[in-house]
């Protein structure tokens, strides 16, 4: 995959977007063939494929007590980003989704949209070379939408990450 490139998988619900993804993430095991990411094998270099990408689920995965400070602290910690970074760098990912100022909110005082906005920083918190995003705006109001992807466009540019996208809307394909 070249940096900055989207690569989408479209097709209707069941068609196996998300199990490309689960197996393109290490989080299922191909039945046959094989597959690299950043040049590893997602069978037997698991965790530097892990290391190398970011993963935004079809479902929340938030924990909701926390803030949102507190899930991307957990999450850094996860990442092994050093403490010398790790606040400016959280600063940075929050900034740009625009949740800065609702950084000590719990989570679950967050909207649908402010969910995912918060879910985008953390796939992108340690710098990940390629993002996958499965069905990133499933269940948004079309403003949502719209500028969830934004968010996307502008990360993309300036992280220079590559993407992989599943939809199963066309406009977004």
């Keep these: 995959m070249k940096q900055r490139l989207f690569h989408t998988a479209f097709g209707p619900n069941g068609a196996g977007k998300t199990t490309t993804i689960n197996i393109l993430c290490t989080l299922s095991k191909p039945t046959s063939g094989r597959a690299f990411i950043n040049g590893f094998d997602v069978v037997r270099q698991q965790s530097q494929v892990r290391q190398s990408i970011g993963l935004v689920f079809q479902d929340p995965s938030l924990d ?15 990442y092994n980003i050093p403490a010398s970074v790790r606040e400016q760098r959280i600063e940075q990912v929050l900034t740009m ?17 402010m969910k995912r ?11 990940p070379k390629v993002l996958f995003l499965d069905e990133p705006t499933l269940g948004l109001d079309p403003q949502t939408r719209h500028r969830t992807w934004e968010y996307i466009l502008e990360m993309r540019e300036r992280e220079g990450t590559t993407i992989f996208l599943t939809t199963h809307y066309m406009d977004e394909a």
């Excluded at 906005?117 to 710098?127: F, K, P």
């Design 117 to 127: 906005r918060l879910e985008i920083a953390r796939g992108l918190l340690h710098y």
């Design 97 to 113: 989704v625009e949740l800065w100022d609702r950084r000590n909110s719990q989570v679950r005082t967050f909207s649908g949209g």
């Design 64 to 78: 909701e007590q926390l803030s949102g400070l507190q899930n991307l602290c957990f999450h850094a910690m996860v």
